[in-house]
C-alpha cells in the first residue's frame, strides 16, 4: 500500500478513512477524461461512503448513503411463451416453411423461446422472428411473458 495522504471522516459514523495515493491519482486521471470530477465509493457497516475527488486530486466533497439490500434481483430477466390456438382453429399447416413448423411443433404453452432455440439449435433472434410470424398469421393465440430464474 501506497503513502497516505488524505484522511476523511465519514459524516455518518465518524470514524476515518485512509485513502491511499494511488487511488487519488487514478481517480484523478479519470476525472480529467470525465466531467472534471470523480467518486469513489466504500462500502462502510451499513453504509457506503462516496468521496468525489476533481481531475488535481483533491476532495471536493464526502456523502454517505444508505446501503440498499434487495431480496428481488434489480434485473429480471423475461422471455416469451409462445401460446398455440387449438389446431382446429388454425389456418392451414401446408402453408408453413419447416423451419416454421418445427418451431410450432415445440410452441406448447410451457416451453419458452430460449428453449425452443436450445432444442432446434437455431438462433433466438431468429425463433423470436418465426414466433411473431406465427402470432401474426393466427397459428399462436397468445404470447405470455415469463420472468426466467
Do not use: W
Amino acid at each position: 500500500m501506497g503513502a497516505v495522504v488524505k484522511i476523511v471522516k465519514c459524516p455518518k459514523c465518524k470514524t476515518e478513512i485512509l485513502i491511499d495515493q494511488n487511488e487519488l491519482e487514478l481517480a484523478a486521471s479519470k476525472a480529467k477524461r470525465g466531467a472534471g470530477l470523480y467518486s469513489l465509493a466504500f462500502d462502510h457497516e451499513d453504509h457506503v461512503v462516496i468521496i468525489y475527488i476533481d481531475e488535481t486530486g483533491n476532495i471536493r466533497g464526502v456523502e454517505a448513503s444508505p446501503l440498499l439490500r434487495s431480496e428481488v434481483p434489480l434485473f429480471v430477466k423475461i422471455d416469451i411463451v409462445p401460446i398455440p390456438k387449438p389446431r382446429e382453429k388454425m389456418p392451414s399447416l401446408k402453408r408453413l416453411s419447416r423451419e416454421e413448423l418445427a418451431v410450432l411443433c415445440h410452441c406448447d404453452g410451457s416451453t419458452s423461446l430460449r428453449e425452443i432455440s436450445e432444442a432446434l439449435g437455431i438462433p433466438y433472434g431468429r425463433v423470436k422472428a418465426i414466433v411473431e410470424t406465427l402470432y401474426g398469421a393466427g397459428y399462436i393465440s397468445k404470447l405470455k411473458e415469463v420472468v426466467l430464474e
